[in-house]
């Protein structure tokens, strides 16, 4: 088999036709997806940040609100040995 300058000329443009066709096939919308996939993930880590931030505002305001109720378990247990000792001196 002899390869002459004309058949040459065939191959290169069958394989180019190829190579163009699979870059239209599968290239490009491979390249779309991962450009789809890129903005969502961006959007993802936005939102997890900011939830982030909401987490930690809610801790923050949980543990005052944790002191706020200690200190008031405190007081009621003051208030109920003081009404104790008014009960016992009433009876």
């Not at 443009?13 to 491979?30: G, Q, R």
């Not at 969502?40 to 005052?64: F, M, Y």
Request: charged residues 30%; proline residues 1%.
């Amino acid at each position: 088999m002899n390869i002459t300058l004309e058949n040459a000329t065939i191959y290169i443009a069958i394989v180019t036709f190829s190579v163009w066709i699979a870059k239209c096939l599968i290239v490009s919308p491979l390249k779309e997806s991962i450009s789809g996939l890129q903005k969502a993930i961006e959007k993802l880590e936005k939102s997890i940040s900011i939830l982030d931030s909401k987490i930690d505002q809610h801790d923050a305001r949980l543990v005052r609100v944790e002191e706020s109720a200690c200190n008031a378990h405190k007081r009621i247990d003051r208030l109920d040995h003081i009404v104790d000792e008014d009960k016992q001196s009433y009876d």
